[in-house]
């Protein structure tokens, strides 16, 4: 798995390039506030814990790069007292206090900075574009699975299966909040926080059913690994084909590219999977493809042949077509794209704390589970990363305002309580606060660290299986009416 990783050297310098650049820009963002407002700047440290190596400038600011990669600090001493965080202060002299005003402006600094560059890389996203599937565009069922595997393992009954929702239904709102893609269709379900009167997860949903509306009440099934909800449903596809293969039966039979399949053996499809699963109820029966052709509805009746897929010489039924999957440009508006990402942020935290939810302290990522997303995300499109560095950045941005001690939000919270009492707040008071919530802070990112592993250890996993059978592939090869002893049509 590491050598894995290990050889796909762009991606991992996208990961420190970008990862680090979010830490660095938050921490730039305090100490051009701190110059500004004729701070005494110490250190500016990327990472926590011992120095492994940097630099002093001329203003004697020590830039470095410290041992534990869990963010970064401008050590400020005038701003609080952080020595058992950051180590000692260097301080010839009394250092004037600050005012409210120099105290709020530094401390909201790094979030504004955070923000600011997710609005810089969302513009650049906005010109260029994004590429996006389109079936992920869509709020359409396409699949609906008859079972599900629940958190112990267990093989249930699906949820939207269950409750009657079926392919072709249009989703339009999940627990009464409007969805516009894929995406919000599965984070109104994962983050949902509505439950049974016995207790039980449960997911409200508002359907479009050709042209009538219909509310339907599920009851989601825990993931077996994240244990996050689940109802078993698939986005839509198109059955659009890119091509037919040589001698194939849908080659012979009458397919050919541009052409889309709208029904199979009568019955209306919405994904590409429900092919395969027809044909592999059956093998051995012709299929009766409903195909919009030139712009008129044919139907063809199509026979699969068994072809061997792999060195061993296994063999499985086939058709011959291989999909098209179509792309489109998006161009969204730099604020949408950093409003979409704080909405996403907020609902995130409103679950993690909501009793009711199934979002927990172990569904988060740290910075093994970041660095991996990006490391993920870069092999499929450079664009798709910067769209997550704008969430990243707008995460950090949220999280370091919360009024918790050794956050930003802390140092904004203490402050105002000193202005509010007239009086500092006492020294031991803060020192304790700050070293109890940086000591819960790193039992909660070793936790996190496990689970972070977890996931890269199933993914890496899955993708190690997937280029294994890759390996073992053989090209398909048909044997066409001729040699199969049919005749040519």
Do not use: C
Not at 312 to 328: K, N
């Amino acid at each position: 798995m590491l050598l894995r990783i290990l050889s796909n050297p762009l991606a991992i310098i996208m990961v420190i390039l970008f990862f680090g650049a979010s830490i660095f820009i938050h921490e730039f963002g305090h100490y051009l506030a701190a110059r500004w407002r004729g701070l005494k700047v110490e250190r500016f440290s990327i990472g926590f814990g011992p120095r492994l190596f940097g630099w002093k400038d001329k203003r004697g600011v020590d830039w470095r790069i410290s041992l534990f990669p869990l963010g970064g600090y401008v050590a400020l001493p005038q701003l609080a007292d952080m020595r058992g965080i950051e180590g000692e202060y260097h301080e010839e002299e009394p250092l004037p206090p600050l005012s409210y005003a120099d105290k709020m402006i530094v401390s909201v600094a790094g979030a504004f900075f955070n923000v600011l560059f997710a609005l810089a890389l969302a513009t650049v996203l906005w010109v260029t574009g994004m590429p996006v599937l389109d079936e992920l565009e869509t709020t359409q069922v396409g699949y609906v699975a008859e079972t599900l595997t629940d958190e112990n393992g267990t093989e249930r009954d699906g949820p939207a299966k269950l409750a009657g929702i079926i392919p072709g239904d249009v989703i339009l709102e999940i627990d009464d909040e409007k969805v516009k893609n894929w995406n919000d269709v599965m984070h109104g379900i994962i983050t949902g926080v509505r439950r049974s009167e016995a207790g039980n997860p449960r997911t409200d949903i508002l359907i479009d059913r050709e042209g009538e509306q219909m509310s339907f009440t599920l009851y989601p099934v825990l993931e077996e690994h994240e244990k996050i909800r689940q109802l078993g449903i698939i986005f839509a596809t198109s059955l659009k084909i890119d091509s037919v293969m040589e001698n194939s039966p849908a080659l012979l039979g009458g397919l050919k590219s541009g052409d889309e399949i709208i029904k199979v053996n009568g019955e209306n499809v919405h994904h590409r999977s429900v092919l395969g699963l027809e044909i592999r109820e059956d093998p051995d029966a012709p299929l009766n493809m409903t195909v919009l052709q030139d712009g008129e509805e044919l139907v063809f009746s199509i026979t699969p042949e068994d072809v061997v897929y792999n060195k061993a010489g296994d063999t499985t039924p086939m058709v011959g077509i291989r999909w098209l999957r179509e792309i489109h440009i998006r161009h969204i508006n730099p604020v949408d794209q950093v409003v979409q990402a704080v909405d996403t942020t907020l609902t995130v935290l409103g679950a993690l704390i909501h009793p009711k939810s199934n979002i927990g302290i172990s569904n988060l990522s740290g910075p093994v589970g970041i660095g991996y997303a990006i490391y993920i995300t870069s092999l499929f499109s450079f664009f798709e990363v910067m769209s997550l560095i704008v969430l990243i950045n707008v995460n950090l941005a949220i999280l370091n305002l919360l009024p918790i001690p050794v956050l930003d939000g802390g140092h904004m919270a203490f402050a105002t309580v000193a202005k509010l009492m007239r009086k500092p707040i006492p020294i031991k008071v803060i020192a304790t606060s700050q070293a109890s919530f940086m000591l819960m802070f790193l039992a909660i990112a070793i936790y996190v660290t496990v689970f972070d592993f977890g996931r890269v250890s199933r993914n890496e996993s899955s993708i190690t299986t997937q280029e294994d059978a890759a390996k073992e592939r053989v090209e398909i090869i048909f044997k066409g009416p001729q040699e199969s002893g049919e005749p040519t049509p």
